[in-house]
């Protein structure tokens, strides 16, 4: 299996758009089109990085299984930074064709340095004209 950080990302929307609050069962992920045994491979992967919190932590090194998909808990604080850093497309997409033409390693510090960056200059943009816009 190799790591898909698309799949990584679409989790993560998915876990912020369903996961419900005091709902013991955890969020249940399922993913169209791809294998269970990969997303919950990739929701591994997304607790190690400390994205994704394992609902299980205490009682089970693994994610449990449903009947169709993976049990997770909540995104974690640097999950949801992450997230908001790569929410746009266009970010996401900056990011992605910034690593790959440098080289870089496509990894979520890696992620989370360029997209900052974009959106830094994106920010210092928007400043700059708005400023201009009121003198």
Not at 11 to 31: K, W
Not at 94 to 108: F, M, N, S, W
């Amino acid at each position: 299996m190799k790591r898909d950080m698309d799949l990584m990302r679409t989790i993560l929307f998915f876990v912020e758009d369903n996961y419900v609050p005091r709902d013991f069962a955890g969020c249940n992920v399922v993913i169209d089109g791809v294998d269970t045994h990969v997303v919950r491979e990739h929701c591994n992967l997304l607790i190690e990085d400390g994205l994704l919190n394992n609902l299980n932590s205490k009682t089970a090194k693994y994610l449990t299984m449903s009947h169709n998909g993976v049990c997770v808990g909540n995104l974690t604080n640097k999950g949801y930074d992450l997230l908001d850093m790569i929410r746009q497309d266009t970010t996401w997409n900056k990011t992605k064709d910034i690593i790959l033409k440098k080289g870089l390693p496509l990894i979520p510090k890696t992620i989370e340095a360029i997209a900052s960056t974009i959106i830094k200059s994106a920010t210092e943009g928007a400043v700059t004209a708005y400023l201009k816009q009121r003198n």
